[in-house]
């Protein structure tokens, strides 16, 4: 079946740093990759999102792109904040009959210090 | 715009009692609703979905029910709690494509 896996944190950087978070997935045909966000004691955020090949989702500053040829959708933002400090789940929706469902990564947790 | 709100915010229950959260949707129609469950230090597991009315499908066989009562509002119920059913109880909706799902603040239930 379908599975996502993200690199595990937590992650803790610097304001101004640069961050990857990396996440690569398994699913047959095309699905769609997405970025939530889930800041302390809240509900998931949609981040970003991309639905074929070699599309790149934007939002506040991060982008991913849809890389098929390596299975992947890395998170990355040039210049961090403290706000950014969440934790950060990388998602697939399955092709065709299976395009409701989301898997998610297990997430990865940031804290970016002042 | 869409919101979606969920009820309560937190719970704290016994073990054995009933459970019922809340969903409701605003600003579209027709859409599919989704019940998910974050337990602490794991991801995010789908519990239920329905595409309409009365339409539930179940991913996890478990100690919990979902109900679509209305278009735009959907139920999780439980007949007598777990411990094991602790944890963040998130609502989602997308569109009848179901390209993108958008999620309700969540409740926290905890089991005592």
């Known amino acids: 079946g379908d599975s996502v896996t993200q690199m595990e944190g937590p992650v803790t950087l610097s304001e101004e740093a640069f961050l990857t978070i990396n996440c690569t997935y398994t699913?047959?045909?095309?699905?769609?990759l997405f970025w939530y966000v889930q800041y302390p004691g809240e509900g998931l955020q949609l981040l970003l999102k991309?639905?074929?090949?070699?599309d790149k989702g934007s939002n506040k500053g991060f982008e991913a792109t849809y890389r098929k040829e390596t299975t992947s959708f890395h998170l990355e933002k040039g210049s961090v904040q403290v706000s950014d400090s969440a934790v950060y789940f990388c998602a697939l929706t399955g092709s065709g009959g299976s395009n409701y469902k989301l898997t998610f990564g297990k997430g990865t947790l940031l804290t970016v210090n002042p | 715009s869409q919101t979606i709100h969920q009820w309560p915010a937190t719970l704290v229950q016994p073990v054995g009692s009933p459970l019922s959260l809340e969903c409701t949707v605003e600003g579209t129609s027709n859409p599919n609703l989704y019940w998910y469950r974050q337990a602490a230090g794991r991801g995010l597991q789908l519990l239920f979905y329905?595409?309409?009315?009365?339409?539930i499908s179940s991913e996890v066989p478990q100690n919990l029910s979902a109900s679509r009562p209305q278009d735009r509002q959907f139920i999780l119920s439980s007949k007598k709690l777990l411990l094991s059913d602790s944890g963040f109880y998130l609502c989602?909706?997308?569109?009848?494509?179901?390209?993108?799902?958008?999620f309700g603040p969540g409740t926290r239930l905890t089991v005592l």
């Open positions: 699913a047959t045909g095309y699905p769609s």
């Open positions: 329905s595409v309409g009315i009365g339409q």
């Open positions: 991309a639905t074929k090949a070699d």
């Open positions: 989602a909706w997308s569109n009848r494509l179901a390209d993108t799902q958008y």
